[in-house]
């Protein structure tokens, strides 16, 4: 209700000194307005009682947070009002409702009673003469603005009733006239409570008038609004009358509207695609909600996008399929070099399709480093069969919405890039590369790994669902091709619907001739060259392959090719006509210092220093394992930021070492007078896996036997406790890295002699291999002869030191050399 101003000033009264304290939420009364109040809690109806019982006077005041049912003296103001309770009646629910009129206002000074209700000491307030000098005519300047603008509010909406502006326009008093302005205005609370404790009547006027030019710009725009929305309404309804007047003409002049025509044109496509029955259902479902909506409304625009959508789709549309064998052979070849699996699968799969027509389609899934060519490789598996390619790059992927679209009640909502692509390739049985999916995120949006699921599942993807479009769709015609870097990443359920096909890296011969046939051509035309101009001899391309490249793919190898390009088109445009010959000391000129050298630690046989094997992303690598001894207690220090299986793993190969050297007759003191520092160079990146475990021991036993290991000889293989070699992943890759490094031997576990029989010819040549099955053969061919072997009578200390004498005391022992 809004409050009423009394219609006279209350007779002078006494106030008490105790009185019922009645805590107000949401609400504040100024003195003399009259103010209705609903009363609910049990303290306010005792305090209402024990007011009606006496002087029926109350101290009503305001609690800071309306939320407690219980305020205590801290949760009152200071200031409130002492108030007359005029009239009260009982509800049938136990509530009170009493109308109440404000005094005076009156200062809490104590609480002289919490239970059952609340009672304070008060004083009263009176209103201070202003605190600086104001003229009688600046006063009667701000009451009239006070009294104009009130009476604008009203004209603008504000809920303010005639009565009060009549004594509005008889007060004189300005402290009176800003309390029943502020009593009709539905201020704040905390507002309304500055203006209550504002005893200066002449500020209290200014901040009321502040206050009334706020209201009034905010029911100006709010009126503004109001009449925008009257105005784009009526707007609406002329252009709607008018459109149907113009469609009425254009059917008297024999003109088909523009509307007609799309709806045309959307059921000609249906049945010229032969849309499935559902989706056709759907179709004349949404034509007909068109049809009924007004043209130019949101929901209109909404469905015109979706019908565009559904009839845009390449239902029935199919590419015709080159299923002859010979060519699509030829083209493989032509694009790419060796890659003989991949090509024969594919080749496999033309022959099942001449055989059977509706044979589905493998979903295959390439996984090699970066480089080597598997998304080329699916463009080129598009060409050899005469199907449009598509890729969708699914890294950093996070939301299920991309592969299953957005429901059609999101703004600006569209299907997911499955379909989008398959709109975008025109027919229904693309080449689909969904590429980098080991690198999908997942986050509170969904997990699009579980959304390609049903996209990957043979069985299943005959009827897919896109949430945008509504209708199933056949995606079975596609011929979908993943690619990966890593298999680890990937979700095994989505692993377990793909067929796996490995692409390793490159050797130095592959790529010579990769660089030949393709990257050479490319780069000499892309850069404005021609054969007059320059040629790449093969010692020439050697010297790129082997100083300025090392990795498993040919990015790189591009990259330098082109930067000689580069370089000799500087000379080209500058005037010098001589064709360049791209030899090795050409090479030099125009590259630079080489980018990578032979490693270090391989120009000289170490003790303590093994070759190991590695794998990474981006290809094989070789790892280095140095072990020295250091005086101490048998510890074991870890470093080079190794991972909890390599550390597992040098762990297994110590206690193998300490029980070989028991059953070889070393000295048993050995592991525990010395601590064992295991490091693994380039520290800055993480290692981990089993694969080191024969490495860690042979350096280890290096260093107690005296015995270098051969710079010549790289190992990989895990090991257990009682020295079983045991079979590694990665085979071609390593093999590859050591080739790179100039290693002549590769020792490889038994177990994994089927695959090193399935490498390629150019892989296995000018490396001897020595397949072990145990650590003692693995000694046989990495440690050389003995330099100061430690059996009982010595200790080893490291590479290069003199035999020593073993002795029982630990004052007479040397300290050990680092190996």
Known sequence: MTDEPSGQEPAELEIPDVLPVLPLRDAVLFPFIILPLSIGREHSTLAVDEALGGHRMLMLVGQRDSDLERPERADLYDIGTVASITRMLKLPDGRIRILVQGLTRARITHLTQSAPHLEAEVVQVQDVEPASKTS???????????????????????????????????????????????????????????????????????????????????????????????????????????????????????????????????????????????????????????????????????????????????WGVESEDDLEVANARRVLDEDHYDLEQIKERILEFLAVRQLRADAKGPILCFVGPPGVGKTSLGRSIARALGRQFLRL?????????????????????????????????GTANPVFMLDEIDKIGVDFRGDPSSALLEVLDPE????????????????????????????????????????????????????????????????????????????????????IIADYTREAGLRNLEREIAAVCRKVAVKVAEGDRKRVEVNPKRVGELLGAPRHRAEELLRRD?????????????????????????????????????????????????????????????????????????????????????????????????????????????????????????????????????????????????????????????????????????????????LLPIVAPNRRRGTARGSGSPRGRSTSTKSRRRPPNRG
């Not at 009640?409 to 989008?420: K, S």
């Not at 299986?645 to 028991?662: D, G, L, N």
């Open 136 to 314: 009688a005519l600046e006063r009667e300047a701000l009451m009239r603005n006070v009294r104009q603008q009130l009476e604008q509010a009203a004209n603008l909406g504000k809920n303010v009733s005639p009565e009060v502006l009549v004594i509005v326009a008889n007060l004189e008093d300005s402290g009176r006239l800003a309390d029943l302005v502020a009593s009709n205005l539905e201020l704040p609370a905390e507002e309304a409570q500055e203006l209550l404790e504002e005893l200066d009547p002449f500020l209290r006027l200014r901040r009321m008038n502040e206050i009334l030019t706020r209201e009034l710009q905010v029911l100006s725009m709010q009126q503004n609004i109001a009449s925008q929305a009257r105005d784009e309404m009526d707007r609406s309804q002329r252009d709607y009358f008018l459109r149907q007047q113009l469609k009425a003409i254009q059917e008297e002049l024999g003109e088909g509207d523009e509307l007609s025509q799309e709806i045309q044109g959307w059921r000609e496509a249906a049945v010229e695609k032969a849309m499935p029955e559902a989706a056709m259902q759907e179709l004349e479902k949404q034509i007909k909600r068109l049809e009924r909506s007004h043209p130019d409304s949101a929901e209109a625009a909404t469905t015109r996008t979706y019908l565009d959508w559904l009839a845009g789709l390449p």
């Open 606 to 782: 170490r003790i303590g220093v093994a070759t190991g094997l590695a794998w990474t992303a981006v290809g094989g690598d070789l790892l280095f394992i140095e072990v020295v001894a250091l005086p101490g207690q048998g510890k074991l220090l870890l470093t080079g930021q190794l991972g909890d299986v390599m550390k597992e793993s040098a762990q297994a190969a110590v206690s193998f070492a300490r029980a070989w050297a028991s059953d070889h007759d070393y000295d048993a003191n050995f592991f525990s007078e010395n601590d064992l520092h295991i490091h693994v160079p380039a520290g800055s990146i993480p290692k981990d896996g089993p694969s080191a475990g024969i490495t860690i021991a042979t350096a280890i036993l290096s260093v107690m036997t005296r015995r270098p290991v051969s710079r010549q000889v790289a190992m990989t293989g895990e090991i257990t406790l009682r020295g079983t070699v045991l079979p590694i992943g990665g085979l071609k890759e390593k093999i590859l890295a050591a080739k790179i490094a100039g290693v002549e031997t590769v020792l490889l576990p038994a177990l994994n002699e089927k695959e090193l029989a399935e490498l390629p010819e150019g892989v296995r040549e000018g490396v001897a291999f020595h397949l072990v099955e145990h650590m003692d053969r693995v000694l046989e061919h990495a």
């Open 393 to 425: 790059s699914l890294g950093g992927v996070r939301d299920e919405a991309e592969i299953r679209g957005h429901r059609r009640t999101y703004v600006g909502a569209l299907p997911g890039r499955i379909l989008q692509g398959i709109n975008q390739a």
């Open 460 to 543: 299943q993807n005959h009827t897919f669902r896109d949430h945008y479009l509504g209708v199933e769709y056949d995606l079975s015609k596609v011929l979908f091709i993943a690619t990966a870097n890593l298999l680890e990443p990937i979700q095994p359920a989505f692993l377990d619907r793909m067929e796996v096909v490995r692409l390793s890296g490159y050797t130095a011969e592959d790529k010579l001739e990769i660089a030949k046939r393709h990257l050479v051509p490319k780069l000499v035309a892309e850069h404005g060259l021609t054969p007059a101009r320059i040629r790449f001899g093969d010692a020439g391309l050697r010297r």
